[in-house]
């Protein structure tokens, strides 16, 4: 079986990617893969990395610099080109895009050859991109189930949830000590995100440095590009305990009593794959304002509680948490909610839906 995958810019695209070939590879032993991403972006370095085999095009995300945006349309007919001369060859039998401005060439160009083409939608409401080529698709697979009224023109919709549910719900535990962290008290985890928040972060050390319930300890995951020794100084507490990063997040969530996270499509199905009660605070500086919608959908359904940053106070966040560590029945609430998008399997349900359509040639 021969697949091109797609994804680029962001991990929330390109870890999905990566999950739903690992799922082909065990069910297909006569696999081969081809990654196609951009010249400039992540995926670049990781995906070569991985021995999978890598093309990559040189193309941008629309801007309102008109220059630049001319250029682009150059560009995306170049890369339609080389598109179609890389599945001549390659002779794919499926295209599988995953999200990001890179897709739409390589959708398109596959959609122009015949070959069969699915999306894969991560979040509530579709990107731009995934609106755009939604109408050259045989098939889009979506995470969330309201997502279907967003989708455009697509011939057809499955729901299969976010590969990442899986990561979750597979984890190993990871253990408290090494972390410093008690094995009695109650933990909250605070996730800034990879990359971490300026905005967050600060609005944070008000919290961390204000009058905290010592009965609860607090490990803080600030994110790569903060300074930790200096986030470290400016917070005093005993119980508060700040690391960069950590690879095995939804591990630690396993044995964490709370979790407190931004609202990507990733982290969410993580939070639910390893049934952790969580406070959530979308991030409001990314495109098409996805993580409000991603957080807002799973908090009317009663699966989290969700908080928007430029309401946050110390004071409201901390009112939060002593709710939920307190109220043993609204953790059970949201955990029995949480179920409704946690009893399938998305990997597995993703790698099916795909296959039928190959087979369906």
């Given at each position: 079986?021969?697949?091109?995958?797609?994804?680029?810019?962001?991990?929330?695209?390109?870890?999905p990617a990566l999950e739903i070939i690992e799922e082909f590879k065990k069910h297909e032993t006569n696999l081969n893969i081809l990654y196609i991403g951009t010249h400039n972006r992540m995926e670049k370095d990781i995906i070569p990395k991985l021995g999978i085999k890598y093309e990559e095009l040189e193309i941008y995300g629309f801007t309102r610099d008109i220059k630049r945006d001319i250029k682009n349309v150059f560009l995306i007919k170049k890369a339609l080109k080389k598109c179609k001369n890389i599945m001549r060859k390659?002779?794919?039998?499926?295209?599988?895009?995953?999200?990001?401005y890179v897709t739409y060439p390589v959708i398109k160009a596959a959609n122009k050859l015949g070959i069969k083409t699915v999306l894969h939608e991560?979040?509530?409401?579709?990107?731009?991109?995934?609106?755009?080529?939604?109408?050259?698709?045989d098939l889009s697979l979506i995470s969330f189930k309201t997502s279907e009224k967003y989708m455009g023109k697509c011939k057809k919709i499955i729901y299969t949830g976010h590969p990442s549910l899986d990561k979750g719900r597979l984890a190993k535990k990871e253990s408290r000590l090494d972390y410093g962290l008690s094995l009695t008290k109650k933990v909250v985890l605070f996730v800034a995100g990879s990359l971490g928040s300026s905005s967050l972060n600060n609005k944070m050390l008000d919290f961390l440095n204000s009058d905290l319930n010592?009965?609860?300890?607090?490990?803080?995951?600030?994110?790569?590009?903060?300074?930790?020794?200096?986030?470290?100084?400016?917070?005093?507490?005993?119980?508060?305990?700040?690391?960069?990063y950590v690879n095995n997040l939804p591990g630690l969530m396993k044995v964490c009593d709370i979790v407190i996270s931004r609202a990507g499509a990733g982290s969410l199905f993580e939070i639910i794959g390893t049934s952790s009660p969580s406070i959530i605070i979308p991030s409001p500086n990314v495109a098409n304002n996805h993580q409000y919608y991603n957080a807002l959908e799973l908090s009317e359904a009663g699966a989290i509680i969700m908080l928007e940053e430029n309401n946050l106070t110390k004071e409201i966040l901390s009112d939060n948490i002593n709710m939920l560590l307190k109220d043993e029945n609204k953790i059970n609430k949201l955990k029995n909610q949480m179920q409704k998008y946690g009893n399938i399997k998305p990997s597995k349900a993703i790698y099916d839906s795909i296959k039928k359509i190959i087979d369906s040639k």
């Open positions: 079986m021969n697949i091109i995958i797609s994804a680029g810019g962001s991990g929330g695209h390109i870890y390659f002779k794919p039998d499926v295209v599988i895009g995953v999200g990001g991560q979040n509530s409401r579709p990107g731009k991109v995934n609106y755009l080529i939604s109408k050259f698709t010592n009965d609860y300890e607090i490990l803080y995951i600030a994110g790569n590009t903060i300074d930790i020794e200096d986030l470290k100084k400016k917070v005093s507490k005993k119980n508060v305990k700040i690391v960069p």
